[in-house]
């Protein structure tokens, strides 16, 4: 799916930003993609007997198949994570955490960091997800699962809002954990655990069987997180203009800077950077945004591939053009109006590439805006 749907589906299908946080949900969770509903729906199950979810899912991000899955694995044997060595706590655009194995639980690199938090998608041998659906022929064979571990910033994590869960506790820290299956649904599994002081780290999985992941897995796999070296979220491009009230949200490597890293990185999407308003929630979170946040706009490189080509111009709050003698796709879309039609195209013109195949031309998100 090219990101011109995704706004058309987020201008159409979305709320006024005048209306309720619940409103806002509700809308964003018509549009979503298959493969997340089984997380937004964790998420939501925490949050029903207490308040409306903080965390906004709009929109889904760009459709990928299974062609175009950049493959940047945690090793498949039954390892554990090695020893820290670094501090899980660093800079909002650093990566703190590296991808480890329990078992058959494989945590992935983290592949969005920002304000809120990091984000590394999960795998289980023997399962699928949607990055490989022509895999799935037979569910009861070869089960689907969605997961993700998000490593949450001091006070970003609304843990007192998990609503029916269980105290327990991982490596010596407190932990929630909470499991939900409905009839026909799958099986849903969240374990919250303080990390560090009023910071939180989340596993979430959605899983069409019982024990892939089981609860003992989840907590095993959360008690094997270190901290390692930190490194910086670098981008494919500098960044001449900003708007005016606009700061940097978070940054996805190879993917959007959403909930969407669940899926895991994708080789034909390079960066994904979100810009919002000073205004969006960065605590009170029951789970990270989706793709598209309400009044953000977003720089997506990626490449330009005949089963999903870029249109140069604009059209319904995106703007594209091509690079690098039409192989590279750059674009800035803006949700709900938020950037008008110029202010968009001054984005766009002030995006200067990298070389997109050379991760050594990259620039640290911190130093690429040139403003």
Same mark, same amino acid.
């Given at each position: 799916?090219?990101?011109?749907?995704? *706004?058309?589906m987020a201008t159409?299908d979305?709320?006024?930003?005048?209306?309720?946080?619940? #409103?806002?949900?509700?809308?964003?969770?018509?549009?979503?993609?298959?493969?997340? +509903?089984?997380?937004a729906v964790? *998420?939501?199950?925490?949050? *029903?007997a207490?308040?409306a979810?903080t965390?906004?899912?709009?929109?889904? $991000?760009?459709h !990928?198949?299974?062609?175009? *899955?950049?493959?940047?694995?945690?090793p498949?044997s039954?390892?554990?994570?090695?020893?820290?060595t670094?501090?899980l706590?660093?800079?909002?655009?650093?990566?703190t955490?590296?991808?480890y194995?329990?078992?058959?639980v494989?945590?992935?690199?983290?592949?969005?960091?920002?304000?809120?938090y990091?984000?590394a $998608?999960?795998t289980?041998?023997g399962?699928t997800?949607?990055?490989?659906?022509g895999?799935? +022929?037979d569910?009861?064979?070869t089960?689907?699962l969605?997961a993700? @571990?998000? @490593?949450?910033?001091p006070g970003?994590?609304?843990?007192q809002r998990l609503?029916g869960?269980?105290s327990?506790t991982?490596a010596?820290h407190?932990?929630?954990k909470m499991?939900?299956h409905?009839?026909?649904?799958?099986?849903?599994?969240?374990?919250?655990?303080?990390?560090?002081p009023?910071?939180w780290?989340?596993?979430?999985s959605s899983? #069409? !069987?019982?024990?892939?992941?089981?609860?003992r897995q989840?907590?095993a796999t $959360?008690?094997?997180?270190?901290g390692s070296?930190?490194?910086?979220?670098?981008v494919?491009?500098?960044?001449?203009?900003?708007?005016?009230?606009?700061?940097v949200?978070a940054v996805g490597?190879?993917?959007t800077?959403s909930?969407?890293a669940?899926?895991?990185?994708?080789a034909t999407?390079?960066s994904?950077?979100?810009?919002?308003?000073?205004g969006l929630a960065?605590s009170g979170?029951?789970?990270p945004?989706?793709?598209m946040?309400w009044g953000a706009f977003?720089?997506?490189i990626? $490449?330009?591939t005949?089963?999903?080509p870029?249109?140069?111009?604009?059209?319904?709050g995106?703007?594209?053009?091509l690079?690098?003698g039409g192989?590279? +796709?750059v674009?800035?879309?803006?949700?709900?109006?938020?950037?008008?039609k110029a202010?968009?195209?001054?984005?766009?013109n002030?995006i200067?590439?990298a070389?997109v +195949?050379?991760a050594?031309?990259?620039v640290d998100?911190?130093?690429?805006?040139?403003r």
């Open positions: 799916m090219r990101m011109h749907e995704v *706004v058309d159409d979305g709320p006024p930003l005048n209306v309720g946080v619940d #409103d806002i949900v509700a809308s964003g969770r018509r549009v979503q993609r298959r493969r997340r +509903t089984g997380l964790a *998420v939501a199950v925490g949050a *029903v207490a308040v979810v965390t906004t899912a709009l929109a889904p $991000a760009r !990928r198949t299974g062609k175009d *899955v950049a493959v940047v694995a945690a498949s039954p390892t554990v994570a090695k020893p820290a670094g501090a706590l660093a800079d909002p655009f650093e990566f955490f590296s991808g194995s329990v078992g058959p494989h945590v992935q690199n983290p592949i969005v960091a920002g304000n809120a990091q984000i $998608a999960v289980v041998d399962t997800d949607g990055r490989h659906p895999k799935v +022929t569910r009861h064979v089960p689907r969605d993700s @571990l998000a @490593l949450y910033r970003a994590y609304a843990a609503a869960a269980t327990t991982v010596g407190r932990a929630l499991e939900h409905q009839s026909g649904g799958p099986w849903l599994r969240t374990l919250a655990w303080e990390y560090a009023n910071a780290a989340v596993l979430d899983a #069409d !069987r019982a024990d892939l992941p089981s609860m989840l907590e $959360a008690a094997a997180l270190t070296a930190a490194r910086p979220v670098t494919p491009f500098r960044l001449s203009y900003v708007p005016a009230g606009y700061d949200f490597d190879h993917m800077g909930l969407d669940v899926g895991g990185p994708s999407e390079y994904g950077v979100f810009f919002a308003k000073s960065k979170l029951l789970g945004y989706d793709n946040m977003q720089i997506m990626s $490449a330009n005949p089963d999903a870029g249109t140069p111009g604009c059209d319904s995106l703007c594209t053009r690079d690098d192989k590279v +796709t674009e800035v879309a803006s949700n709900a109006g938020s950037l008008s202010e968009t195209m001054k984005v766009l002030g200067r590439l070389d +195949t050379d050594g031309t990259w998100i911190r130093t690429a805006l040139t």
